[in-house]
C-alpha cells in the first residue's frame, strides 16, 4: 500500500464561533487557514455540513466553499460530507459542477445519508426513510452530471426534460465519497463504484468494514482502479509527547460533548430547546441495531475517556516522530488512502491549533511525501 495523502479536516462548532464577535470573522479566519494549509503542503481541505445544529456551522456549504475556492489555488476540497435529504438534488449538482468550474477540478464531492435525528425533525424530513431519499439523490445527480437531459419518476423526486448546465470541469464527474458507517451504506458504495469514507468509528472497526467493502467491490464486477478510502482522526502535534498530551487532552473529551451537558457545567444548547433532540432523546438514531448500539458506545466512551482516544486510533497526540509512527501503523491496520487531520477540537486556542498545523506540516508530512 503507498503512503497515505494528509489532508486537513475543519469544523466550525459553536466553541469556535465563540472565539470572534462575528460569524463572518469565524469563516474568514478558517479560510484563511485553508490558504496556509495549501502553503505548508497540505493536499487536501474538508469540512462537514450540518443542519440546526451546533456540531458544524456549515449550513450553506456551497457558498463556504466557493469562497475558498477562490482564495486557494492547488488544495483538493470539498465536504465530507453534504447531507443528501437536505438537498435538493438538481440544485446541488449544478451548484457543485459550477464550483468545480471556479475551481479548476480541485472538488472532491463527499455525500451521506446523516446521522442526527433532531436535525430531521427540524426539517420535517423523515429520518427513517433517509437512506432511499439519499440513493434517488445520487442517481439523479449523476444523470445531471453526465447527461444532456434529466427526466426522473420517482418517490421523491420528479423532473421532466431538466437542461443541467454547467457539466463538471472534471469528466465525468468530480470524485465521488459515500460517507458510510451501516453495513447498508458499504454495500451501496461498493454496487455504486464510490470512494468511502468513516470519521467515527475505533480503528479495528474501520479495518473490517473497509476490508468487507473492498470484497464487496470485487464481487461487484468492476474495471478500472479501487476506490479509495478516506479516513479523518484528531491530531495534536507539540514539541513532545507530554506537551501534546497536555494541549489536547479536556479539549478532546469536550470535542465529543458537543452541545450535551458536561462536567464543566456547559449548556445543553439543542436539549434547552422546546424540540429538543426529538423522541427518545440525542441517541434516537444510534439506538437499536448493533451498528448503532456501538456508535452510541464510543460517543459515550470518547465524552469521558482519553485513554480511550488514544487506544483506539481515534486521536494521534504526540510529537512528530511518535505522530508520524502512528499514522504508518494505523494505515497498515486499517488500509486508508487519505487521512485528514482535525487538529482544532473543543476549546483549543486558534494559536495552539495552528502551532500544531505548523508542525505537522513541517516535520509529518515529509515523511509521507
Not at 431538466?162 to 469528466?171: A, F, N, R, S
Not at 494505515?331 to 487519505?338: E, Y
Request: proline share 5%.
Amino acid at each position: 500500500m503507498t503512503k497515505p495523502e494528509l489532508g486537513i479536516y475543519d469544523v466550525i462548532d459553536r466553541h469556535q464561533m465563540a472565539d470572534f464577535p462575528l460569524a463572518a470573522d469565524v469563516y474568514d479566519e478558517h479560510i484563511r487557514g485553508a490558504q496556509e494549509a495549501e502553503q505548508m503542503g497540505y493536499k487536501y481541505y474538508f469540512s462537514i455540513e450540518h443542519q440546526t445544529s451546533t456540531v458544524s456551522y456549515m449550513s450553506a456549504p456551497n457558498i463556504y466553499l466557493t469562497a475558498l475556492a477562490r482564495a486557494t489555488s492547488t488544495i483538493r476540497f470539498g465536504m465530507m460530507i453534504y447531507q443528501l435529504p437536505f438537498h435538493h438534488p438538481i440544485r446541488l449538482a449544478e451548484d457543485t459542477a459550477m464550483l468545480d468550474h471556479l475551481s479548476r477540478g480541485r472538488l472532491e464531492f463527499g455525500a451521506g445519508t446523516g446521522v442526527t435525528p433532531h436535525e430531521f425533525l427540524r426539517w420535517n424530513v423523515d429520518f427513517d426513510r433517509r437512506r432511499d431519499i439519499s440513493e434517488e439523490a445520487m442517481e439523479i445527480i449523476l444523470q445531471a452530471w453526465t447527461k444532456d437531459e434529466v427526466t426522473f419518476q420517482g418517490e421523491f423526486f420528479q423532473f421532466d426534460e431538466v437542461l443541467t448546465t454547467p457539466k463538471p470541469y472534471q469528466q465525468p464527474h468530480p470524485p465521488i465519497w459515500f460517507g458510510a458507517h451501516s453495513a447498508a451504506s458499504f454495500e451501496y458504495a461498493a454496487l455504486m463504484n464510490f470512494d468511502v469514507s468513516q470519521n467515527i468509528d475505533i480503528d479495528t472497526t474501520v479495518a473490517q468494514k473497509f476490508q468487507t467493502w473492498r470484497q464487496l467491490w470485487d464481487q461487484c464486477g468492476h474495471t478500472g482502479p479501487k476506490p479509495r478510502a478516506f479516513l479523518t482522526r484528531h491530531v495534536h502535534v507539540a514539541e513532545t509527547d507530554a506537551k501534546a498530551r497536555e494541549e489536547a487532552e479536556p479539549h478532546l473529551l469536550m470535542a465529543r460533548s458537543g452541545s450535551r451537558p458536561s462536567d464543566n457545567g456547559e449548556l445543553d444548547l439543542i436539549g434547552q430547546t422546546r424540540i429538543g433532540y426529538g423522541t427518545g432523546g440525542r441517541y434516537t438514531g444510534v439506538a437499536g441495531t448493533p451498528e448503532r448500539e456501538e456508535l452510541r458506545r464510543v460517543f459515550q466512551e470518547q465524552a469521558k475517556s482519553y485513554d480511550f482516544w488514544i487506544d483506539n486510533g481515534l486521536a494521534l497526540v504526540g510529537n512528530p516522530d511518535t505522530v508520524a509512527r502512528k499514522i504508518e501503523e494505523q494505515q497498515k491496520l486499517v488500509g486508508h488512502d487519505i487521512l485528514c487531520a482535525r487538529q482544532r477540537f473543543g476549546k483549543m486556542s486558534p494559536e495552539v491549533a495552528k502551532k500544531s498545523i505548523k508542525l505537522f506540516a513541517e516535520e509529518v508530512i515529509p515523511a509521507f511525501s
